[in-house]
C-alpha cells in the first residue's frame, strides 16, 4: 500500500496533479544518462510486463520507460475525457481500444514490423495485436473430484444445476460492469451462443462471486474458496499452473473467445519515435518468440490459434463498437444484473 | 536526271494519325474505365452505409412511450467487412440524440424522405461519407421522428480509386502500345502494293519496256494503267527516233558515195600536188563521215536483230578469217600487217553471224583506225574454261581515261582521240552484241616491249 501511495505521489509529481483517473501500480524505469523517456499505460500488470521492459532496455539503453498500470475503464477515461500525454497505450480491451482509435485518438504507425502482422491482427495501421489470449474456464481439481469435467457450455450448465451443493457460492466470474475485459468476454459470449444467458442465469443462482481481475480469480481456486472460474485468462492460468498443480484449464469445444492484446500511439504522444520502437520490439521475432516464456503471454504469431479448432478471435473493427453504444451498453448490463443477482 | 525529293511519307502520315487516334481512344478508356470502377466503388460504399442504418432503423422500437434502440451487432460490423475505415453513428429522436455521437451533423431534408439521403463532409478531422435514414416511429399517441446517420471514412475508398486509377492507367498504355503496333502493321500492309508495283518497275533491265502487268489493288490500277500507257508511248517515240537516225544515215550514206567517186575522178585529173592534197583531204573526211553513217545503221540494225534473237551454228575460227581478209586491204594502205595467232582447238559457237561479224569488223576497224602507219595489230583466237576469246592488240595510243568501260556507252569516247574523227557508236555495238549472246566486251591498255596499246577482247560462253 504504501508503494502505492509512493507511486501514485510520484505520478502526481509527474502530471502536475492534474489527472483524476485512477492507476494501479506505477514504476520507472531509469537508465544512467537517459535521453528519452516513454511514457506507457497499461492494463498489464508490472509483474507480467517486467521482463519486456527489461528486455527494451538493453536494446535501447538510453531510454527511460515510465509504466503506469490502469483498469481499462480507467485508461479508458484517462485517454478519452482527459487527454493524458502517454506514448503508448497497451490494453486487453480490444473494445476500447477501437473506440480510442475509431474516435481519433491514435495515430498511424507503419514500419517493416508492423507489416508483418496478418490483416486480422491490426486495424487502420493504428492498433496493433501482440499477444492471443484466450479466455478459459479454469477449475479446481479437489472440487471436481469424481465430477464429470465439461466440454461445452450446454455440459457446464447441466453439470451446475445437478449439483448446487458443490458449486453454491463456489463460482467465480468476472463483474463486467467494472472490468472492461470481463465486459469484452461477456458481449462476445453473447453474440457467440444462445445458452450465454441461460449460463449467467443458473450462475446467478449459485450466487456466483465477482472479481475484477483473473489473478483474484485464480488464486481463489488454488485455495479451494471457488470450484470453478468462468472466462478467465487462460495465459495466467497456465503460468500458474506451470509452478504448482491443483487447477485445471478446461478446453472448451464449442468455442474459445480469443482476445489480443493491443497497443497504439495516442495523437497527442510526445515521443512517437520511441513508442514506434516499443511497438517493432514487441512485433519483432526474437521478441514473439520468446513472449510466452518470459512473460507467459501467448505470441500473436503462431499462438495458441494452432493448437485449437474452437478459437474464435475477436475480430479489431467497428463491430466491436456496438457493444460500447450506451443504449446496448445500458440494455446489457441491466439484462446481466437481472441474471446474476437472483435475490 | 533529276532526283524526286519526297514531300512527306504515305507511311508515316498513316501511322501517325492512327496512333493519335490510339491515343485518344486510350485517354477515352482510362476516363470511362477510371469513371465507371471509382462510381462503382463509392456505390458500394453507399450501399453498405444504407444497409447499416436500415438495419438501425429496423431495430427501434417503442417502450413506454418512449423510442428505443437495440443497436444490431452487424449493423457497424458490416462497415468494417470492405475497409478499415472509422464508423461514427447517431441516432436522434425528435432532434434530440438517443445514441452514438453527439456532434456528428448531416444534411437531411425536412420531412420524412422515402430514399436514403447521402453527403460528403469533414468530421473529426477526415472526410466522411454520411447517410441518413429518417423514419417515424409510433409510440402510444405520438408519432416520433427519428433519424439515424450512419459516417465513414473514406480512406479504404481512396485506396480502392488509387489502385484502380493505376489499372486504368495500365490499361490504357497497354491499349496504347498495341493499337500503334497494329496501326503500324496495317499502314505497312496497305502501302505493300505500291511496294511491290515500284520494286517490279525498279528491277527491270535498262531496255526493258514491257507494260507493267504486277497485281495490284483497285486503287493501283489507275497508276498503273497511266505508268503503262507512258512507256507505250516512250516506246513508240523511241522507235520513230531510231527508224528517223536510220533514215537519215541511210540518206546521207548514198549522196556520200557518189561524191566520194566524183572527187576520185577529179583527184586523178589533177596536176598540181596542192591541189590533190587537199582533194585527199577531202576524200578521206568523206570516209569517214560514210563509215559514221554505216555505223549509225549497223548500230540500228545490231538493237532490231539483238531484240528478235535468232542464232546459227557458226565457226568462229572462219567469220575472223573472213573478216581479217576484209579489212587487209585498208590495213595495208597504212602498212599495217595483222597477225593472227590461233590457239587451236573447236570455236563452234551457236549465235548471229551478221550480228558477229559486225562486231569483229567494227573492232579490227577500230584497231586499225588508231594503229600508227608501219606497225601490227594481233588478232588472237584462244579460249579458257567457260568462253571463247577472240582478242585484238594493237601498237596504237591506248584507251585513255578514269574508267576504260566508259568507252562502251554510246557517243562516250577517249579523251585522247579529238584528231581523229569516230562517232563513238563501234564499241557500243561490239558490247551490245556481246550482251545479246550472253558474253562481255573486256578493254584493257596491254604493255608491249615494242610498243603498248589497245587490247579488245570479245567473251563468248562456251555452251
Redesign the interface.
Given at each position: 500500500m504504501r508503494i502505492i501511495l509512493f507511486a501514485i505521489g510520484l505520478i502526481l509529481v509527474c502530471f502536475n496533479a492534474s489527472f483524476a483517473f485512477e492507476i494501479e501500480d506505477h514504476q520507472i524505469y531509469t537508465v544512467p544518462m537517459p535521453t528519452q523517456t516513454i511514457r506507457v499505460i497499461s492494463t498489464a500488470d508490472i509483474a507480467a510486463f517486467d521482463p519486456l521492459i527489461r528486455r527494451f532496455q538493453s536494446i535501447n539503453r538510453r531510454i527511460t520507460v515510465d509504466y503506469t498500470v490502469a483498469s481499462s475503464t480507467e485508461l479508458m477515461a484517462a485517454i478519452y475525457d482527459e487527454g493524458a500525454p502517454f506514448d503508448l497505450v497497451i490494453s486487453s480491451a480490444m473494445d476500447l481500444q477501437t473506440k480510442l482509435?475509431?474516435?481519433?485518438f491514435a495515430q498511424q504507425y507503419v514500419s517493416p514490423q508492423t507489416a508483418r502482422l496478418p490483416a486480422w491482427a491490426q486495424?487502420?495501421d493504428q492498433l496493433f495485436s501482440f499477444t492471443q489470449e484466450p479466455a478459459a474456464l479454469v477449475i479446481s481439481d479437489a472440487h471436481f473430484a469424481g465430477l464429470e469435467i465439461p466440454k461445452n457450455r450446454e455440459q457446464l450448465i447441466d453439470l451446475l444445476r445437478a449439483h448446487p451443493e458443490i458449486f453454491d457460492q463456489r463460482i467465480g466470474t468476472y463483474d463486467v460492469r467494472s472490468s472492461g475485459l470481463g465486459y469484452l468476454f461477456a458481449t462476445q459470449d453473447s453474440?457467440n451462443t444462445d445458452s450465454f444467458w441461460r449460463l449467467t442465469e443458473v450462475m446467478g443462482r449459485l450466487n456466483t462471486r465477482l472479481y475484477c481481475c483473473s489473478g483474484a480469480m485464480i488464486d481463489d481456486v488454488y485455495q479451494g474458496r471457488l470450484a470453478l472460474a468462468y472466462n478467465v485468462l487462460g495465459s495466467y492460468a497456465e503460468n500458474r499452473l506451470a509452478h504448482e498443480p491443483g487447477i485445471t484449464i478446461v478446453p472448451m469445444q464449442d468455442y474459445v473467445t480469443v482476445m489480443m492484446r493491443t497497443a497504439f500511439i495516442p495523437r497527442n504522444a510526445q515521443n512517437p519515435d520511441v513508442a514506434g520502437r516499443m511497438i517493432d520490439f514487441l512485433l519483432s521475432k526474437p521478441t514473439q518468440e520468446s513472449l510466452a516464456k518470459t512473460t507467459g503471454l501467448p505470441p500473436v504469431f503462431e499462438g495458441a490459434s494452432d493448437k485449437q479448432k474452437a478459437l474464435r478471435p475477436i475480430?479489431l473493427?467497428?463491430?466491436l463498437?456496438?457493444?460500447l453504444?450506451?443504449?446496448?451498453r445500458k440494455?446489457f448490463l441491466r439484462n446481466w444484473e437481472n441474471s446474476i443477482r437472483q435475490e | 536526271m533529276t532526283s524526286l525529293l519526297p514531300k512527306g511519307s504515305m507511311q508515316r502520315r498513316l501511322v501517325i494519325q492512327l496512333s493519335l487516334i490510339a491515343l485518344l481512344l486510350s485517354l477515352v478508356l482510362f476516363v470511362i474505365v477510371r469513371g465507371v470502377a471509382e462510381r462503382a466503388a463509392a456505390d458500394t460504399q453507399d450501399n453498405i452505409l444504407a444497409a447499416s442504418a436500415t438495419s438501425i432503423a429496423d431495430a427501434l422500437f417503442a417502450e413506454g412511450g418512449q423510442v428505443r434502440l437495440e443497436l444490431p451487432y452487424s449493423a457497424l460490423s458490416m462497415l468494417g467487412t470492405i475497409s478499415e475505415d472509422r464508423v461514427f453513428y447517431r441516432v436522434l429522436v425528435d432532434g434530440e440524440t438517443l445514441t452514438g455521437y453527439d456532434d456528428l451533423v448531416a444534411k437531411a431534408a425536412l420531412g420524412v424522405p422515402k430514399q436514403p439521403e447521402f453527403s460528403t463532409f469533414e468530421y473529426r478531422g477526415e472526410q466522411v461519407r454520411a447517410v441518413v435514414v429518417t423514419r417515424l416511429v409510433s409510440s402510444q399517441s405520438h408519432q416520433a421522428l427519428v433519424r439515424i446517420v450512419v459516417a465513414q471514412t473514406r480512406l479504404g475508398l481512396v485506396q480502392i480509386s488509387s489502385r484502380i486509377t493505376l489499372l486504368a492507367v495500365a490499361i490504357g498504355i497497354a491499349f496504347f502500345f498495341v493499337a500503334t503496333g497494329l496501326s503500324l502493321w496495317a499502314a505497312h500492309s496497305a502501302l505493300a502494293p505500291l511496294n511491290r508495283v515500284a520494286g517490279a518497275v525498279t528491277r527491270r533491265g535498262p531496255s526493258d519496256l514491257r507494260a507493267v502487268q504486277t497485281q495490284a489493288p483497285a486503287e493501283l490500277v489507275p497508276l498503273i494503267t497511266a505508268l503503262n500507257s507512258l512507256i507505250e508511248r516512250l516506246k513508240s517515240s523511241l522507235t520513230r527516233s531510231e527508224d528517223f537516225i536510220v533514215e537519215a544515215a541511210h540518206r546521207v550514206r548514198t549522196p556520200l558515195a557518189t561524191v566520194r567517186t566524183q572527187a576520185e575522178v577529179i583527184h586523178r585529173g589533177l596536176e598540181k600536188s596542192k591541189n590533190k592534197t587537199a582533194l585527199r583531204e577531202m576524200i578521206r573526211a568523206i570516209d569517214e563521215s560514210s563509215r559514221s553513217a554505216g555505223q549509225l545503221l549497223d548500230h540500228a540494225m545490231v538493237n532490231f536483230r539483238a531484240d528478235q534473237f535468232q542464232t546459227e551454228a557458226i565457226d568462229l575460227r572462219k567469220l575472223m578469217a573472213e573478216t581479217v581478209e576484209r579489212l587487209s586491204p585498208t590495213a595495208e594502205l597504212k602498212d599495217i600487217s595483222i597477225i593472227t595467232q590461233d590457239q587451236g582447238g573447236d570455236f563452234d559457237f551457236d549465235g548471229d553471224p551478221i550480228l558477229l561479224q559486225n562486231a569483229l569488223r567494227n573492232i579490227l576497224d577500230n584497231a586499225i583506225k588508231y594503229s600508227p602507219a608501219d606497225s601490227n595489230i594481233t588478232v588472237t583466237l584462244a579460249r579458257d574454261a567457260h568462253n571463247h576469246i577472240l582478242s585484238f592488240a594493237d601498237q596504237g595510243r591506248g584507251f585513255a581515261g578514269a574508267n576504260l568501260s566508259d568507252h562502251l556507252q554510246r557517243f562516250k569516247r577517249g579523251t585522247n582521240v579529238n584528231d581523229i574523227v569516230g562517232s563513238g557508236l563501234g564499241l557500243t555495238i561490239v558490247d551490245e552484241v556481246a550482251r545479246a549472246h550472253g558474253g562481255l566486251v573486256e578493254i584493257t591498255n596491254h604493255t608491249d616491249p615494242k610498243g603498248g596499246g589497245a587490247c579488245v577482247s570479245f567473251y563468248l560462253p562456251l555452251v
Open positions: 482509435a475509431n474516435d481519433g486495424w487502420q453474440r475480430r473493427g467497428p463491430g463498437l456496438v457493444f453504444d450506451r443504449l446496448k440494455a | -
